[in-house]
């Protein structure tokens, strides 16, 4: 499989040198599993000023991404037009993008090129997503100063699903959010030590000591059954989705058991 080349437009090329030289994107990128190029968008203006912003037509606050730069950027890097690419995404990092999410990625993961524009200011001109981007991503329901954040969270969601980049692969496939919708996990009367999340949130977590300031791990972690360990992961899993994202629930296929323990939360039974 080629490597994987992430290509990011900005104004604020050094923003990357803290984020992208740690921890999994950093030793991906030293096993030469991925490439990445960080291009300054200031480097494509034409005036004293490198102007890359402009007041928009028909009035309103705020500045908006000049066209100019963003095209001749990409341009350099050797991209094809607008559908006629291949194993190629130009993504537009906007609030008005659909929602990045983790079957987003497991897609971006399977391309030989990504390239990621950051906009900034009020928004960037309407051009640039409808001639040069193929798509425009939003890392969540809130407003940022700018792509950047959300370029360096897409390398490292996207850069996590590399072969060979977390060395466990099994790994990539436990975490919450793992499993697209309608796509089954591990069988949940599987009767192993972990558990799947299958697209729920994870199930909590411990490690030594069993007794820290008078807080004790849950019995059933340290009994050795590995069933009980394996319903209670799950338990745990299905409570916390209820409770902090319940939409999951009509995304993940849930087994006979998993309807019984929802049923079982929800009126307040063990």
Known sequence: MARLKFEILTIFPDFFRGPLEHGIVRRAREASLIDIGVHDLRAFTRDKHRTVDDRPFGGGEGMVFKPEP???????LGLAPKGRRKNTSVILLSAGGEIFRQSVAEELAGLERIVLICGRYEGVDERVAEHLADRELSVGDFVLSGGELGAAIVVDAVTRLVPGALGNEASSVQESFSCAAGRPARPTNEPDSTCSSGGLLDYPH?????????????????NGNHEQIRRW?????????????PDLLQQVELSDEDRGLIASIRSGKD
């Open 70 to 76: 963003i095209f001749e950027c990409a341009e350099s």
């Open 206 to 222: 411990y490690t030594r000591p069993a007794e820290f300031r008078g807080m004790q791990v849950p019995e059933v972690l340290v």
């Open 233 to 245: 992961r799950r338990r745990k899993a299905l409570e916390k989705t209820l409770r902090n994202r």
